[in-house]
T-cell receptor, first 110, second 115 residues
Framework: GQNIDQPTEMTATEGAIVQINCTYQTSGFNGLFWYQQHAGEAPTFLSYNVLDGLEEKGRFSSFLSRSKGYSYLLLKELQMKDSASYLC???????????FGTGTLLAVQP | DVKVTQSSRYLVKRTGEKVFLECVQD?????MFWYRQDPGLGLRLIYFSYDVKMKEKGDIPEGYSVSREKKERFSLILESASTNQTSMYLC??????????????FGPGTRLTVL
């Protein structure tokens, strides 16, 4: 079967660092995406990993370990506007469809 | 900027009505997708299309059909709306199905309520 797991909710403090984990089991793998979705809005693209390692993009970084079926999104210097849902999604190799996790709702507190 | 637009942000329909949700993208993308998003279930793929007049079932196609007569437009049809189809519907497009790494661009969503 195909399964993507992420924590349902997380809370962090403004200015801090938070790591959102994602584990996956899919029949194939052609890459992993992270999307950000503010309440009532469309998901927007944050990052893409297809090879093992860390991809850094400003305050956001994403890590992938294909052998472990594991990724994380790292958010540094948290701001209030980072309060949102963060969606992990995997491109399954056999179908080329994007499979989404249920998302992690991050609340940033002052 | 890639723009994906959906015909309505909010829609209220009655059980048994036929419902049309329209999606238009302006970036000449080959692929278009319809998802529904429900609390605790995440985004689930209903149908997708990789070319004009082509369609493929997603994970939850029952109760839905789609139409793609023009490259820029992808319509989702609920033939006879039911209360369990109350949900947020998101349309997305991407430039190529066979090239992983091509992100999907999402529309703003249509919140459909079926009474």
């Amino acid at each position: 079967g195909q399964n993507i797991d992420q924590p349902t909710e997380m809370t962090a403090t403004e200015g801090a660092i938070v790591q959102i984990n994602c584990t996956y089991q899919t029949s194939g793998f052609n890459g992993l995406f992270w999307y950000q979705q503010h309440a009532g809005e469309a998901p927007t693209f944050l990052s893409y990993n297809v090879l093992d390692g860390l991809e850094e993009k400003g305050r956001f970084s994403s890590f992938l370990s294909r052998s472990k079926g594991y990724s994380y999104l790292l958010l540094k210097e948290l701001q209030m506007k980072d309060s949102a849902s963060y969606l992990c999604a995997v491109y399954g190799g056999a179908t080329n469809k994007l499979i989404f996790g249920t998302g992690t709702l991050l609340a940033v507190q002052p | 900027d890639v723009k994906v637009t959906q015909s309505s942000r909010y829609l209220v329909k009655r059980t048994g009505e036929k419902v049309f949700l329209e999606c238009v993208q302006d970036m000449d993308h080959e692929n278009m997708f319809w998802y529904r998003q429900d609390p605790g279930l995440g985004l689930r793929l209903i149908y997708f299309s990789y070319d004009v007049k082509m369609k493929e079932k997603g994970d939850i196609p029952e109760g839905y059909s789609v139409s793609r007569e023009k490259k820029e437009r992808f319509s989702l049809i609920l033939e006879s709306a039911s209360t369990n189809q109350t949900s947020m519907y998101l349309c997305a497009s991407s430039p190529s199905l066979g090239a992983p790494g091509n992100e999907q661009f999402f529309g703003p969503g249509t919140r459909l309520t079926v009474l």
